[in-house]
């Protein structure tokens, strides 16, 4: 994993994202910062903005005469602009997975501090360099450099198709899986997931939360009816006290007629091998209005053996900021609420009911809070 110049790892998150989004204008002639600073609702905001960058991303290949290289590779032309569509069409509250290269996950797990945000900003970039990428070999390197193999569980089949197949490197899978899946789906997929941390990084909001949640188990993580928490319905599994839950993990294993998940399992291809891929999701709460920040409940139901577990996430408007992880039984998140608010921590790990639970965020103070969380069999 490549490390970002110490000039930009210096800007805060508002100047950080101003960088990208000029670089951007630069690149394609498109301006995002008037349609992220527009008061459109969030998944609005997301369409429009993602919409843009991938006209001007097609205008610019249409032009410079790689569009129709795209058009040649792709394996089913089709249904690359069909799903692109649907993409565009629906509303985009929902983040695709990722998935990480094995290598860097015990760098991940060490961040502590600055080391957290800076890692959203690595991937930032990353993902800004491969939106500019010509091909797939190029997207593929980009993303590489940032620790990531893919990006959509569509890609990360493809590409780990690929790697078992042997006789090639995790660079060779990502190019693979981006070919395999054609370069203006893989393009698109990435463009999303670079608005959605763009939005977390220059909305001026006081208290945010982006977070990472890690999955090293062989099981599906869901969290049962998540949407009815954006709602404050408070009937499913995610539980948000204060403040909204803007934008959630969501992808599906084997396309999109295939059951929801929001981490899907990690491919394993043997007990402590270096070469099992971890998938990752994102999630990103802000605060309402008032004197209140962005605090929350979400609980994983495990695919397999039939656990769930409780991830809180908080940064208050005056208490410190803080994460918890906890296995619990058959209750609301809204009941698990209060204890783990009260035992938060910067940063904390558990070993119950046969999982390890590893949780941190960047800072005790402050309202721009990223978080990385993991979760293992023990």
Known sequence: MIRLESRLLELSEVAFA?????NLRKQFNVDLAPILRSHLPYAEKKKRAAGALLDAIFDKAKRE?????????????EAEDALLDAM???DVDIEPNFTIVPTDVPTILSYRGNDVKDYVYMLTK??????????????????IGGGVLSVGLAATKLAIDAYRAGGTT????????????????????IVFALVGLLLFLFLENPKKVLGIVMNDTDENLTVNKWRDGLTGANQGDLYMAH?????????????????EVQVNHRTIFGKDDPDNFISAGIYFSDKKFGLRGAEGVM???????KKRIALFFASPYTNDNGTNMDVIGDVTPESVFRGLYDARKVSMQVTKDGYFLQSSVNEPRGGVVAAISYIRKA
Do not use: C
């Not at 005469?65 to 032309?77: A, C, F, K, M, V």
């Not at 990502?174 to 393009?187: E, S, V």
């Not at 609980?299 to 053996?305: G, I, L, Y």
């Open 126 to 143: 990353r993902f800004e360099n491969a939106s500019n990428a010509k091909t797939p070999g190029q997207a593929a390197g980009e993303i």
């Open 170 to 189: 995790f660079l060779g899978a990502a190019r693979a899986g981006i070919a395999g899946l054609g370069m203006k789906t893989a393009i698109s997929v």
């Open 18 to 22: 101003e960088e990208v989004i000029g």
């Open 299 to 305: 609980v994983f139901s495990t695919s397999v053996t």
């Open 65 to 77: 005469g790689y569009l129709e290289d795209w058009h040649q590779g792709s394996p089913n032309r």
């Open 243 to 259: 403040g909204d839950m803007k934008s959630f993990m969501a992808d599906h294993p084997s396309g999109l007629s295939s059951p």
């Open 88 to 90: 565009l069409a629906s």
